[in-house]
C-alpha cells in the first residue's frame, strides 16, 4: 500500500466557508484509511470477521462480492481466508479514484486468488453465481427507493446457502435511544482525536448523503427481498452488521 494511506484525515479540521456533501473523492482516498478507523466504531472487528465468514460461507466455483469496495478492506479479508476452490471476488465501487489506489492495494497483496475490480454503480452489476455478497457501510449512501430492488437482484443472483453481509449506520425511533447512540459516537470520535468542529462539519456534509434506518426497517426490507434468517451478529453504538441468508 502507498504511503498516503497513512495519512490523517483533517478534511474537516477548519472553518469551512461552505460545507459540501460528501463525496469519495480524491482527498478522502488520501486518508480514507485514517477516517474509517477513527469515525466508525467496531469497524476492524467487523472486517475481521467478514474474513470468517467468508471462509465458511464461499462455495467451490462461485463469485464473491465486495460491493461499495471503498479501498478493498474487506476484499483483502475475504481474499485471505477463502480456502473453496476456484472463487473469484469481484470487487465494485462508483468512484474511480478508489478503485485506482484498491488496483494498488491489490497488486501489492500477497494472495493469488483473483480479484476483478469494477468502476461502476452497484446498480448496474449483475449479480452471477454469488455465494458472499458484502455491502459494508454502502447501502446507506444508495436512495431509500433504490435499496429494495438492489438487495432483491442480489438475493436473485447468489446461490442457495449463500450469504449477505449488510453493514450500516442505524437511526433508532426511540428519540432518547437514538440521542444517546450518537453522543456516544461524538464521543467515540473525540477520543480518537476529532474535535468539536470536525465532528460538526463532517455531520454537515453527510447530510441528506448518507440516510440511516432502523434494523426493523433492514430486516423487513432482506425479507421482501426473499433472504430468510435474517440476523444482527454485530452492534457498536449506532453501527450495526447483519447477516441474511438464501
Not at 438487495?151 to 453493514?167: D, E
Not at 430486516?219 to 438464501?246: E, H, M, P, T, Y
Amino acid at each position: 500500500m502507498d504511503k498516503t494511506s497513512n495519512n490523517k484525515d483533517d478534511i474537516y479540521a477548519h472553518p469551512l466557508a461552505e460545507v459540501s456533501g460528501f463525496a469519495f473523492d480524491q482527498k478522502v482516498v488520501d486518508v480514507f484509511p485514517d477516517m474509517i478507523k477513527r469515525s466508525v466504531p467496531g469497524y476492524s472487528t467487523i472486517i475481521h470477521m467478514i474474513g470468517q465468514l467468508a471462509e465458511k460461507y464461499a462455495q467451490a466455483n462461485s463469485h464473491c462480492y465486495d460491493l461499495g469496495a471503498s479501498l478493498g478492506a474487506a476484499t483483502l479479508a475475504m481474499r485471505h481466508r477463502i480456502r473453496a476452490a476456484n472463487c473469484r471476488i469481484v470487487s465494485v465501487d462508483n468512484s474511480q479514484q478508489m478503485i485506482n489506489r484498491c488496483q494498488q492495494v491489490i497488486d501489492a497483496d500477497s494472495s493469488e486468488l483473483p480479484v476483478t475490480l469494477l468502476c461502476d454503480d452497484i446498480n448496474n452489476v449483475n449479480i452471477e453465481n454469488a455465494s458472499v455478497v458484502i455491502l459494508n457501510f454502502t447501502l446507506q449512501f444508495i436512495p431509500i427507493e433504490q435499496r429494495e430492488t438492489l438487495l432483491t437482484n442480489i438475493y436473485q443472483g447468489m446461490v442457495p446457502g449463500g450469504v449477505l453481509v449488510l453493514s450500516e449506520k442505524l437511526y433508532f425511533e426511540d428519540q432518547h435511544h437514538n440521542e444517546l447512540m450518537t453522543e456516544l459516537h461524538h464521543y467515540f470520535k473525540k477520543t480518537n482525536g476529532y474535535s468539536d468542529l470536525e465532528i460538526a462539519q463532517k455531520r454537515q456534509s453527510l447530510e441528506n448523503v448518507l440516510i440511516p434506518e432502523t434494523v426493523a426497517t433492514h430486516k423487513q426490507r432482506l425479507i421482501n427481498a426473499g433472504f430468510n434468517n435474517v440476523d444482527l451478529w454485530f452492534q457498536c453504538f449506532n453501527f450495526a452488521s447483519l447477516l441474511a441468508f438464501k
